[in-house]
């Protein structure tokens, strides 16, 4: 058990990517390595007999944090982080073990069973949600750019009406055209004369998000990606610092927010980004924060963590 939480830990600290299911964990990787420190020093307890006696208290203690940290994810994003809850059962087996093994030798490998099966279930469910898609939620919408624009009250806006010439436009089939002299056209064969090479609309990704005011409004990241960060989170700093020196900076967009706007716009004043807009999505379609949603061959991509967003915008955004 320690040795493989040991080993996630490097896994992830190297990887760059955060650990917290829900986000809600926004120091995701200091309480990854110090989880694992913690079951390392409950397997020394065990190896080492002189230290039996601090393995009662260590579990206790572990198992006071595993609830605070289910209470406070609970409370961040209204939802219990299944992570958590699959340590915090692995804690609550050592800890069950610690005192009814001492009856019963019997025991010890009932609770290491239980041990191994949890550890594989968290194992598995973690490579399952690594291979899923991105949900879609409701606040996500793809749409074609050939779609009739929506009409109120019986009318057309000017605007509207200049979509529709244009799209028109774009729809009509485009006929190549030759250099060619009029005999070479009339010594061709008609089918090469009628051939029509189509123009595909293209096509458009949104994400529904909402101002400070409580207004929605479509952000388009067929045309610039957005950042999805959290105000107190370590990692979502770092990468406002770096998106703070671009030109062309992505859409902001702070997830988790109950309503602390000013407490928004102080942590992005910190990574000199003051009076910059911002926006809300209160269910983000991802598992991680900072994240970069974009889109590519007219489908919603991610890149999640830190250096996997700045790698991403060193290459798309000529930094």
């Known amino acids: 058990m320690s040795l493989v939480s040991v080993a996630t830990t490097i896994y992830f600290i190297i990887s760059g990517t955060d650990y917290c299911a829900l986000s809600s964990c926004i120091y995701s990787k200091p309480v990854l390595f110090i989880g694992s420190l913690f079951y390392l020093a409950v397997g020394l307890t065990y190896l080492l007999s002189y ?13 006071g944090t595993h609830i605070a940290l289910l209470c406070y994810g609970y409370f961040a994003s209204g939802g219990l982080c299944p992570v958590c809850l699959v340590f915090a059962s692995v804690t609550a087996l050592l800890t069950a073990g610690n005192f009814l093994t001492k009856k019963s030798v019997r025991f010890c490998f009932v609770f290491a069973a239980l041990t191994l099966l949890t550890m594989a279930g968290l194992t598995w469910t973690s490579s399952a949600s690594e291979n899923q898609s991105i949900p879609v939620s409701d606040t996500i919408m793809a749409t074609q750019a050939s779609q009739e624009p929506e009409k109120q009250g019986g009318a057309t806006t000017a605007n509207e009406d200049k979509c529709e010439t244009e799209e028109a ?21 008609p089918e090469q004369a009628e051939q029509r090479i189509p123009v595909q609309p293209e096509k458009t990704v949104t994400i529904t998000v909402q101002r400070i005011d409580g207004g929605k409004i479509n952000l388009d990241i067929s045309k610039k990606p957005a950042l999805l960060f959290a105000p107190e989170c370590s990692a979502c700093h770092k990468v406002l610092s770096y998106v703070s020196s671009l030109t062309d900076k992505p859409y902001l967009v702070s997830v988790f927010y109950r309503g602390e706007a ?17 926006y809300i999505l209160l269910k983000p ?3 991680g924060v900072p994240a970069l949603l974009y889109c590519k061959d007219g489908e919603m991509e991610v890149e999640i963590g830190d250096t996997a967003v700045e790698k991403f915008l060193k290459m798309h955004r000529g930094a």
Do not use: I
Request: proline letters at 6%.
């Open 285 to 287: 379609p991802v598992k």
């Open 51 to 63: 230290l039996g006696r601090f393995r009662t208290p260590l579990l206790l203690t572990g198992m």
């Open 169 to 189: 436009k774009n729809n009509e089939p485009v006929y190549e055209e030759s250099e060619a002299s009029t005999e070479d056209r009339e010594d061709r064969v």
């Open 262 to 278: 000013e407490k928004v716009k102080e942590e992005m004043a910190q990574e000199g980004m003051t009076g910059e807009e911002f």
